[in-house]
């Protein structure tokens, strides 16, 4: 059964460039979350997403990130127009059913902007 | 609201002694708590989960936990430390907000371990 899957896991652009980050939740999740880690901290919450649906953005800056969830395919990380800031390692999590606690986590795509 | 706090952001111990991360948190109800460990480059995997069943939780690789509400604390402990335990550990809070179950990290601890 294979984890959670997340691609690529390096990501090099140059500042202005659009970043898109891949996720394919373990077999038989439909729920994805998608968290940020800063260099030096902890992971914090960006979004919560099932199949076609946006749940909860709350953790989404306000403008250049988008995500997305479709029927079929991996779950998307969109960041347009990318600035140093966005530096960070960015980690895909999946569980089951909306009340299942535990998520699983894939091993996460680093992001450098130059 | 619910947070977490580690204490300590570097520990460092001997190959062979014991490890102790500490791990504080915040909660208006009766939380669920959990310990992962990140090895450099990879991804998060969990190490163990308190929910409100044993207060001592047993994890892999010989962890465990023990959930202290009058502390307010669920430090993480092993005996012995191996090498291959060098890692970056985070204590999570689990918080139940609009309907699902939201992951509150900590700022994580840094482990190192020397021959």
């Known amino acids: 059964n294979a984890g959670v899957m997340q691609n690529p896991r390096h990501l090099v652009r140059r500042r202005g460039q659009e970043a898109r980050l891949r996720c394919s939740p373990m077999?038989?999740?439909?729920?994805v979350y998608w968290y940020r880690q800063l260099p030096e901290e902890g992971l914090k919450f960006m979004v919560y997403?099932?199949?076609?649906?946006?749940?909860?953005e709350s953790g989404m800056p306000k403008e250049r990130f988008s995500a997305e969830f479709p029927k079929e395919g991996p779950s998307i990380l969109r960041i347009q127009q990318v600035v140093r800031g966005d530096s960070a390692a960015y980690f895909c999590?999946?569980?089951?059913?909306?009340?299942?606690?535990?998520?699983?986590f894939g091993p996460g795509t680093r992001l450098l902007v130059l | 609201a619910q947070s977490v706090t580690q204490l300590d952001s570097h520990v460092s111990v001997s190959e062979g002694t014991p490890v102790l991360l500490r791990c504080n948190y915040s909660?208006?109800?009766?939380?669920?708590l959990f310990w992962y460990v990140q090895h450099p480059n990879k991804g998060l995997q969990l190490l163990l989960k308190?929910?409100?069943?044993?207060?001592l939780v047993k994890g892999i690789n010989g962890f465990e936990a023990e959930f202290k509400k009058s502390e307010t604390s669920f430090h993480l402990t092993k005996p012995s430390a191996h090498m291959s335990d060098a890692a970056e550990y985070f204590c999570?809070?689990?918080?139940?907000?609009?309907?699902?179950?939201?992951?509150?990290f900590g700022a994580g601890t840094r482990l190192a371990v020397h021959p």
């Open positions: 308190y929910t409100s069943a044993a207060t």
């Open positions: 909660s208006s109800y009766s939380p669920s």
């Open positions: 999590a999946s569980s089951p059913a909306v009340h299942q606690e535990t998520q699983y």
């Open positions: 999570v809070v689990s918080r139940f907000s609009g309907g699902y179950n939201k992951l509150i």
């Open positions: 997403l099932q199949k076609e649906n946006i749940i909860d």
């Open positions: 077999k038989g999740h439909s729920h």
